[in-house]
């Protein structure tokens, strides 16, 4: 490769890497939507929602998610070190505004379970997987949590909810994949 082909174009100061700019393009990845749930000390339940979800090893099995160090429930979930990734179906968007936002109701009026492990399980998700931190790494202003999978259920076979764009489907026109005001950019997830 040459060295001048690794110099910056000289569009750079259209490109550069803005919050916004960051937020337009890279919602042009879609992705799969979840729900993070787990118990603080005090043993009440806490669960964001969360885009950045992947399996990350078979052997072990190891998934990750990343998580905002300005949330509320995360670093309660981190106190106890086991957590439940809520995989959503493309007909829960109620379920998703209720934990996508920190305006949001949660657990109000919800009927989840726990898991064996003691983790909130929410009603009609696709699937569910149940870990336990493996490791953290911070990054910028979020943390990259690996967990160990302790086992996997599936619920469902609905179709998946995607996140595109700024909004939930990947089939119709850019205005119609607004997202619920409650589940706002603003919010910090996690």
């Given at each position: 490769?040459?060295?001048?082909?690794?110099?910056?174009?000289?569009t750079a100061e259209a490109t550069a890497p803005t919050p916004p700019r960051m937020r337009r393009?890279?919602?042009?990845?879609?992705?799969?939507?979840?729900?993070?749930?787990?118990?603080?000390?005090?043993?009440?339940?806490?669960?964001?929602?969360?885009?950045?979800?992947?399996?990350?090893?078979?052997?072990?099995?190891?998934?990750?998610?990343?998580?905002?160090?300005?949330?509320?429930?995360?670093?309660?979930?981190?106190?106890?070190?086991?957590?439940?990734?809520?995989?959503?179906?493309?007909?829960?968007?109620?379920?998703?505004?209720?934990?996508?936002?920190?305006?949001?109701?949660?657990?109000?009026?919800?009927?989840?379970?726990?898991?064996?492990?003691?983790?909130?399980?929410?009603?009609?998700?696709?699937?569910?997987?149940?870990?336990?931190?493996?490791?953290?790494?911070?990054?910028?202003?979020?943390?990259?949590?690996?967990?160990?999978?302790?086992?996997?259920?599936?619920?469902?076979?609905?179709?998946?909810?995607?996140?595109?764009?700024?909004?939930?489907?990947?089939?119709?026109?850019?205005?119609?994949?607004?997202?619920?005001?409650?589940?706002?950019?603003?919010?910090?997830?996690?």
């Open positions: 490769m040459a060295a001048e082909s690794l110099s910056p174009p000289d393009v890279m919602g042009s990845f879609a992705s799969g939507v979840t729900v993070v749930t787990g118990l603080g000390r005090d043993g009440a339940p806490a669960g964001f929602a969360c885009q950045s979800f992947a399996s990350v090893s078979l052997e072990p099995a190891l998934v990750l998610f990343c998580a905002d160090h300005r949330g509320r429930a995360w670093p309660r979930i981190r106190e106890t070190g086991r957590f439940t990734v809520n995989i959503l179906a493309a007909d829960q968007t109620d379920l998703c505004g209720r934990f996508g936002s920190g305006r949001g109701r949660k657990y109000e009026d919800l009927d989840w379970e726990p898991s064996p492990w003691g983790t909130p399980s929410l009603p009609d998700v696709l699937s569910r997987v149940h870990a336990e931190v493996y490791d953290v790494h911070g990054g910028g202003d979020h943390d990259v949590v690996v967990g160990r999978v302790l086992a996997l259920e599936t619920v469902s076979d609905r179709p998946p909810m995607l996140f595109f764009r700024g909004g939930f489907d990947v089939g119709g026109p850019a205005d119609a994949l607004a997202v619920p005001d409650v589940w706002g950019w603003g919010d910090h997830w996690g």
